[in-house]
């Protein structure tokens, strides 16, 4: 089960917070400058495939490279 198969959903609230969610659960809660540069991020991505991989860059929910 992959990004494509299971994407992340986002949105921004009234107060520029941002809610990742996932599965429809909440997965987390960006606020403050981290919040601002996200939704920049996600503005400027040229494709869903690029704001699928900052939303889970932001969670932790990527591969690293290391695993084996």
Do not use: C, H
Request: no cysteine; aromatic share 4%.
């Amino acid at each position: 089960m992959g990004l494509e198969d299971d994407p992340f959903d986002w949105r921004v609230t009234k107060d520029g917070q941002v809610l990742v969610s996932r599965g429809g659960r909440t997965v987390t809660t960006v606020r403050g400058a981290a919040a601002a540069r996200l939704i920049g991020g996600l503005e400027r991505a040229d494709d869903d495939d690029g704001a699928q991989q900052l939303l889970a860059r932001v969670t932790g929910n990527y591969k690293r490279g290391n695993e084996r």
